[in-house]
């Protein structure tokens, strides 16, 4: 017998989200819907261990949830004449198959992006809601406590349920201001997926996947909109890169020593497409510039050379429009490159100190800089820092070899 608590995780986690939003199109009610999934998987970690685990655990989960809504409405009093409709989607097919009902998780990013809803807490709660990540990973992408995301999240379902928000699809109008919250999510999704290039964590299984297609939907729904397009362009150049990331024994291979073979052409003429049809709409913005460039690292497969000084002009062009960590560390190792280790170390030095504290690819690169200058006992301090934060084994063997 399979185990039964495993199951259910990896059901939820391949199907939470797409399960969430199907539920909730047709409750119209993303608060009750959440509680009923969630009560169904309660059921499940009960009864699996006694019964089996089904042939189709997420079609048992659909089932289970739906039968909850259908108790909680006639508990609450639902009109007789909603009963033939309850009746109906009570008995519908309990072995369909996943593909039996439509993927609805596009409209619930938008739904999460009500503007009722806190701004800062709107990323996150899609993050959690609708692709299944957990606070403690929603908290490392927003460098934050984990204890600190986790009440951020609840406060914001508390919301949702006082204020009655509702799944309602935004009007076409609407959808723009909503916008830039959805590629958030999407990109943050992506980048969860991205860390866990070996895998071995089965609740990121296949995330940069959903990521990239949720992506392809958001640039087919809004063609007119560049930063869907640049986010689109930016996730594809990453994703040809995957397979040389590793070697053959499954070491970790940082991008300028990558076997440039092992890059997907096809995907990158394909970015190349999807950025170069971005920057006709002539609206630069933080996407486009984070995939233009990954499109110079994509020349080394024409070039074999890296045009350093370019990236750091376009990092410096990002670092306006968005000036997040991760791009303060990558423009600080964009200048070591194309100028010497003193403008890396610099850059970093310029960093406020407590705003990095846990931020492993900052450490990464000081030990990288300082051992550049011959500064050794301090790189081996900053590689210490670095190795302790890795949660990738890979990486971690990485950044030991370096130390030592």
């Known amino acids: 017998m399979r185990d039964a608590g495993q199951a259910a995780e990896l059901a939820a986690r391949a199907s939470y989200g797409r399960l969430l939003a199907y539920l909730a199109a047709r409750w119209r009610d993303v608060a009750r819907a959440e509680d009923a999934l969630g009560d169904a998987l309660l059921a499940a970690l009960e009864t699996w261990p006694r019964t089996g685990v089904p042939d189709n655990p997420v079609a048992w989960l659909l089932t289970a ?167 689109l362009a ?49 609206a630069a913005g933080r996407f486009q510039l984070e995939a233009a460039i990954q499109s110079v690292h994509a020349q080394r497969v024409r070039t074999g050379e890296t045009d350093w000084e370019a990236v750091t002009l376009l990092y410096e062009g990002l670092l306006r429009h968005a000036p997040t960590m991760g791009a303060r560390v990558a423009h600080a190792a964009a200048l070591g490159e194309a100028r010497d280790a003193e403008a890396g170390l610099a850059a970093l030095d310029a960093i406020p100190p407590d705003e990095v504290a846990t931020y492993q690819p900052y450490w990464a690169l000081r030990g990288h800089v300082l051992t550049a200058l011959g500064r050794a006992a301090e790189a081996g301090e900053a590689y210490d820092r670095a190795i302790g934060l890795s949660e990738d084994p890979a990486v971690r063997a990485f950044l030991l070899g370096r130390r030592a």
């Open 65 to 231: 949830a739906r039968r909850r809504l259908v108790d909680g409405a006639r508990h609450a009093g639902v009109a007789a004449a909603a009963e033939a409709d309850l009746k109906v989607m009570l008995d519908e097919r309990a072995d369909a198959s996943p593909a039996a009902f439509p993927d609805e998780r596009l409209a619930l990013l938008f739904v999460c992006a009500h503007p009722a809803i806190d701004e800062a807490a709107r990323t996150p709660l899609m993050l959690q809601t609708v692709l299944g990540l957990d606070a403690a990973r929603i908290a490392s992408a927003f460098l934050v406590a984990p204890a600190t995301m986790s009440q951020r999240l609840v406060r914001v379902k508390a919301k949702i349920r006082e204020a009655g928000i509702r799944f309602e699809i935004p009007a076409p109008g609407e959808l723009t201001a909503r916008l830039d919250a959805v590629l958030e999510a999407i990109y943050a999704a992506y980048g969860s997926g991205w860390e866990d290039v070996a895998g071995a964590d089965p609740r990121r299984h296949g995330l940069a996947e959903e990521a990239i297609w949720l992506g392809r939907l958001v640039a087919r729904l809004r063609p007119d909109e560049p930063e869907a397009q640049g986010l």
């Open 234 to 282: 930016l996730m594809l150049h990453c994703e040809a890169r995957r397979a040389a990331r590793r070697d053959a024994a499954g070491a970790y291979v940082p991008l300028g020593f990558q076997d440039l073979r092992r890059w997907s052409r096809p995907m990158i003429e394909e970015a190349e497409e999807v950025l170069a049809g971005a920057a006709r709409l002539k």
